[in-house]
């Protein structure tokens, strides 16, 4: 079994789509090992998404992450993260395949509702961030 970090983002937290983004990934069988509703402060976000830091929506991304709740969740399955990554859907909800996630609920590159863990190092690292969070608070 493979674990892999999901996080649903504040756009989808806003606007009250967590059940149903919850229930297309259990649909998928994945078995949900952690889930914790957390608001990253700007900090946080930073630290998260850090090995983008030399790109330029960095900031703005950090900015919206730490701008309202998420759902971070550790998801386990089969093969795992390939898995989600299809499930999800590219970060361009408008390039996203129809019926991914993205492709759905997805509103512009920045808020496409969600994040997942794109390979085994990301999603250990993810993970171990996720649980250095949850011992702080």
């Known amino acids: 079994m493979e674990q892999t970090l999901f996080i649903i983002k504040p756009d989808a937290v806003k606007r009250n789509l967590i059940g149903e983004v919850i229930k297309r990934i259990e649909n998928e069988g994945f078995e949900i090992i952690e889930l914790k509703l957390l608001k990253l402060t700007l900090h946080q976000a930073q630290e998260f998404y850090k090995v983008h830091k030399s790109k330029p929506f960095y900031e703005p991304l950090c900015k919206?992450?730490?701008?309202?709740?998420s759902i971070f969740c550790v998801l386990e399955r089969e093969d795992a993260i390939a898995h989600l990554r299809k499930v999800i859907g590219v970060t361009d909800p408008q390039k996203a395949e129809k019926g991914t996630i993205r492709a759905l609920f997805g509103g512009s590159i920045q808020e496409n509702i969600?994040?997942?863990?794109?390979?085994?190092?990301?999603a250990e690292q993810e993970i171990a961030f996720l649980k250095t969070l949850l011992a702080s608070s």
Do not use: E, R
């Open 64 to 69: 919206f992450m730490s701008s309202g709740k």
């Open 114 to 122: 969600v994040h997942a863990s794109d390979s085994k190092q990301s």
